[in-house]
T-cell receptor, first 112, second 114 residues
Framework: KAGVTQTPRYLIKTRGQQVTLSCSPISGHRSVSWYQQTPGQGLQFLFEYFSETQRNKGNFPGRFSGRQFSNSRSEMNVSTLELGDSALYLC???????????FGPGTRLTVL | QKEVEQNSGPLSVPEGAIASLNCTYSDRGSQSFFWYRQYSGKSPELIMSIYSNGDKEDGRFTAQLNKASQYVSLLIRDSQPSDSATYLCAVNRHSGAGSYQLTFGKGTKLSVIP
């Protein structure tokens, strides 16, 4: 069974631009969660989608948004990029809210 | 109080020894508990999950959960240099309206010395 895939793997953007990251979950998984990982803050929860509905959102500004499609694939968008948005963005999929989450390889975003 | 706390380490153990990693959590309503291993530059990899009090063993790994003490641990027996990584404790807690949120500790860096 194929794992979680994320595209692109690396991105370099400049301040003020926007970016869209994509995540394809493991086949059969309907829950997709997004996390931001930085050396100082660790892994921080962004949001979770299940059956195209955002069920949970972390403490991030409104510049961070996401969506999930009917095939469970998910995208997250960051608008008006700031230097502090440089991080590893991780997507994880699971069967349901209490089940094990499996991570994709991540997208490394660098904001210049 | 932080929601999920781990000793940041580094924790150094000799090859062949037992490595003991600990984690405490603040939300008594937490339902499920996980240990992830993360190598430098890679994404977290799930190594253990535990849902009820007691021990759960999988190969060289044993997870221990004590809900009364709000404590979860991971033991790695016969530690190998390839076990050198950061270990993340994650706790799935209720976040309202039937939803749950996986909250991570900041991780313990383990170094196994040959």
């Amino acid at each position: 069974k194929a794992g979680v895939t994320q595209t692109p793997r690396y991105l370099i953007k400049t301040r003020g631009q926007q970016v869209t990251l994509s995540c394809s979950p493991i086949s059969g998984h309907r829950s997709v969660s997004w996390y931001q990982q930085t050396p100082g803050q660790g892994l921080q929860f962004l949001f979770e989608y299940f059956s195209e509905t955002q069920r949970n959102k972390g403490n991030f500004p409104g510049r961070f948004s996401g969506r999930q499609f009917s095939n469970s694939r998910s995208e997250m968008n960051v608008s008006t990029l700031e230097l502090g948005d440089s991080a590893l963005y991780l997507c994880a999929s699971s069967l349901g809210p209490l089940n094990e989450q499996f991570f994709g390889p991540g997208t490394r975003l660098t904001v210049l | 109080q932080k929601e999920v706390e781990q000793n940041s380490g580094p924790l150094s153990v000799p090859e062949g020894a037992i490595a003991s990693l600990n984690c405490t959590y603040s939300d008594r309503g937490s339902q499920s508990f996980f240990w992830y291993r993360q190598y430098s530059g890679k994404s977290p990899e799930l190594i253990m999950s535990i849902y009820s009090n007691g021990d759960k063993e999988d190969g060289r790994f044993t997870a221990q959960l004590n809900k009364a003490s709000q404590y979860v641990s991971l033991l790695i027996r016969d530690s190998q240099p390839s076990d050198s990584a950061t270990y993340l404790c994650a706790v799935n807690r209720h976040s309202g309206a039937g939803s749950y949120q996986l909250t991570f500790g900041k991780g313990t860096k383990l170094s196994v010395i040959p």
